[in-house]
T-cell receptor
Framework: AQKITQTQPGMFVQEKEAVTLDCTYD???????LFWYKQPSSGEMIFLIY??????QNATEGRYSLNFQKARKSANLVISASQLGDSAMYFC??????????????FGAGTTVTVRA | DAGVIQSPRHEVTEMGQEVTLRCKPI?????LFWYRQTMMRGLELLIY????????DSGMPEDRFSAKMPNASFSTLKIQPSEPRDSAVYFC????????????FGSGTQLSVL
């Protein structure tokens, strides 16, 4: 079963505007972690932001924020003030555990973001 | 910190040949992961190690694939014999397995099997 769902295959955003990337997840664990990674055209995977399931505050890292809605099992990424360098593929990922003692990440299919000047 | 180091960056080989991908995790990290990325299947976890011990290899597609981690600073992923459908980008990643356990990825190996 799909654990991470990203329903937007591609998005366009105007430079300096904000964009929200959707991510929903499926788990029966109470303790889990949610991650967002960026993959530019050069191919490397860059960590952006992390949200723990017990964290009460939404995570923020500079222009990135994570809109965590636990009851809806969603962890949307918001990029504010988009820049041309934000054009990339973005992946949502989940780590289930520690009950399962399993620290591997499951990744969604990704969303391609293109920032227009 | 040098980050996760993978070699080679690109590998082109002919069907039937043996391919060995190499990875050096970040010093002090005790978990290591091998992922494969394709357009069709996205990012798939192949195998991961904790403290050099393979924990879950359920993602390894076939017996043609094998992975080893002889010590904390080195891992290999071997494909023998290689097939065209193995063409993909192979990522190695490591983590400290504590706190938020974020993965640090290497630059990947672009494998093309002709």
């Amino acid at each position: 079963a799909q654990k991470i769902t990203q329903t937007q295959p591609g998005m366009f955003v105007q430079e300096k505007e904000a964009v929200t990337l959707d991510c929903t997840y499926d788990t029966s664990d109470q303790s889990y972690g949610l991650f967002w990674y960026k993959q530019p055209s050069s191919g490397e995977m860059i960590f952006l932001i992390y949200q723990g399931s017990y964290d009460e505050q939404n995570a923020t890292e500079g222009r990135y924020s994570l809109n965590f809605q636990k009851a809806r099992k969603s962890a949307n990424l918001v990029i504010s003030a988009s820049q041309l360098g934000d054009s990339a593929m973005y992946f949502c990922a989940m780590r289930e555990g520690p009950r399962s003692n399993d620290y591997k990440l499951s990744f969604g299919a990704g969303t391609t973001v293109t920032v227009r000047a | 910190d040098a980050g996760v180091i993978q070699s080679p960056r690109h590998e082109v080989t002919e069907m039937g040949q043996e391919v060995t991908l190499r990875c050096k995790p970040i010093s002090g990290h005790n978990s290591l992961f091998w992922y494969r990325q394709t357009m069709m299947r996205g990012l798939e976890l192949l195998i991961y190690f904790n403290n050099n011990v393979p924990i879950d290899d359920s993602g390894m597609p076939e017996d043609r694939f094998s992975a080893k981690m002889p010590n904390a600073s080195f891992s290999t992923l071997k494909i023998q014999p290689s097939e065209p459908r193995d063409s993909a980008v192979y990522f190695c990643a490591s983590s400290q397995r504590q706190g938020n356990e974020k993965l640090f990825f290497g630059s990947g190996t672009q494998l093309s099997v002709l």
